[in-house]
């Protein structure tokens, strides 16, 4: 069939840069690797390895308190990081910035010292019902430990946009609202800036999950209007085990410490502690240094590509893979036909098991997820117990896309037992 989308550049910012990533080059069962995973975790650029290995055969010490040269030069590392991830969310403040182990631990962090502070029996928390489970199970968690009730911004249909008819009822009362940017279960791009200043206008703060936006299109706090965003190095070309969580000056300055220990005290006695200012009163302990080091190469490197190209490419393998599987007959694909969509298409082939599929294109050189996703109660809404998900980076291209279909033709035809 005939694309109907505009032909590609004749070379991508994809056929550039994909030898910037030494995992992409590698063969699996006798085939190149198709890598459509990217919503799990992105592969790493070399400049990514290769920082955190200098780190540790040149740099490495503890921070923030070596009066030695080496813990000089891994704190300025670990701040220098902290600066260029401020910079990368325009964040107003460095102190602004704190570094965790991903998003999990941000929405953990605010659902904890956040909520520890100000929630009473019977205020709501408002989520939608296409959160991951990370930005669910904190909030049931801090339900349960405080009396608050959850409440849940509908999902429309297999196109999976939020229905914001009843937003005002659901947003009455409520102390929080915390949402995803983009849904990594459908691909959703949820208006953050409209739904943040809505939030805002009612009095309630505003948590953002930025797990599969950070590092596939610029993001801003300041346009988006947020109290919190949370994101993971590791879904932006970074190492794993590094993560961020942005919040408003004020509200942090307010929060209790979300744990206990060296580095985020100022003075300690048997009987009690007084404890840092934002950002360190959040890092207990020894923090991720390497990590910092390599999220900061990660940054630098989505820098130079230029995030609005990444954006660009992303968008269009999308858009290109939405439309080759649209030619499985009876196939059900969910998140957006139409519009801005994050890099990821999700699918049910009717008779084909998705955990069969998977395992058979991985014995093809293709690698995609199957299964909920972290979104069962999204699943259970839609009514499938699984979905088949490619997600792109912007070092995929067109032809992947035309391998994976080409894969899929031919377990589909194994599964159905016909020649
Ligand atoms: N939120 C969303 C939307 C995600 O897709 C993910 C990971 O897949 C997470 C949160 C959790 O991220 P992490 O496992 O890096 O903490």
């Given at each position: 069939m005939q694309s109907r989308l505009a032909s590609p550049p004749t070379t991508s910012i994809a056929d550039a840069l994909r030898g910037d990533f030494p995992a992409l080059a590698q063969r699996i069962n006798g085939h190149p690797l198709v890598y459509f995973d990217n919503a799990a975790t992105t592969q790493k650029p070399r400049a990514v390895l290769d920082a955190m290995r200098r780190h540790y055969e040149e740099d490495n010490a503890n921070v923030h308190r070596g009066v030695h040269t080496l813990g000089n030069r891994a704190t300025a590392a670990y701040e220098g990081a902290r600066d260029r991830a401020a910079a990368f969310l325009n964040a107003p403040a460095r102190e602004e910035i704190i570094f965790t182990r991903g998003t999990t631990e941000s929405l953990n962090l605010v659902a904890t010292a956040w909520g520890a502070a100000h929630l009473k029996p019977g205020d709501a928390i408002v989520l939608t019902e296409m959160e991951h489970h990370s930005n669910l199970v904190p909030w049931q968690l801090l339900a349960r430990r405080t009396g608050a009730v959850l409440r849940f911004i509908p999902v429309l249909g297999d196109e999976g946009r939020l229905d914001l008819t009843g937003l005002d009822a659901l947003l009455r009362g409520a102390r929080l609202l915390a949402f995803t940017h983009?849904?990594?279960?459908?691909?959703t791009v949820n208006p953050v800036a409209e739904l943040c200043e809505r939030a805002r206008a009612a009095g309630i703060v505003t948590v953002v999950d930025a797990a599969q936006s950070a590092g596939h299109m610029p993001l801003d706090v300041r346009a988006m209007g947020c109290d919190f965003l949370a994101c993971s190095g590791h879904k932006a070309c970074g190492p794993t085990g590094i993560g961020v969580l942005y919040g408003r000056r004020e509200l942090l300055e307010a929060m209790p410490p979300y744990q206990g220990g060296g580095e985020m005290i100022t003075r300690v006695t048997f009987e009690g502690a007084e404890y840092q200012a934002p950002p360190h009163k959040f890092e207990a302990g020894t923090p991720n240094i390497a990590g910092a080091v390599g999220l900061r190469a990660a940054l630098d490197y989505l820098g130079q590509v230029g995030l609005p190209a990444i954006h660009a490419q992303i968008q269009d393998v999308t858009a290109y893979a939405r439309e080759r599987l649209s030619e499985f007959r009876g196939i059900r694909i969910f998140g957006p036909r139409e519009g801005a969509r994050g890099g990821l298409v999700s699918v049910v082939l009717p008779g084909v098991h998705a955990l069969d599929l998977a395992t058979l294109a991985d014995q093809q050189g293709v690698a995609i997820r199957v299964g909920h996703h972290c979104t069962q109660p999204l699943h259970d809404r839609l009514g499938v117990p699984a979905t088949a998900r490619a997600s792109f980076s912007f070092y995929n291209t067109r032809a992947e896309v035309d391998r994976f279909v080409t894969v899929l033709e031919r377990v589909i035809r194994m599964l159905k037992g016909s020649p």
């Open positions: 983009i849904s990594n279960a459908l691909g």
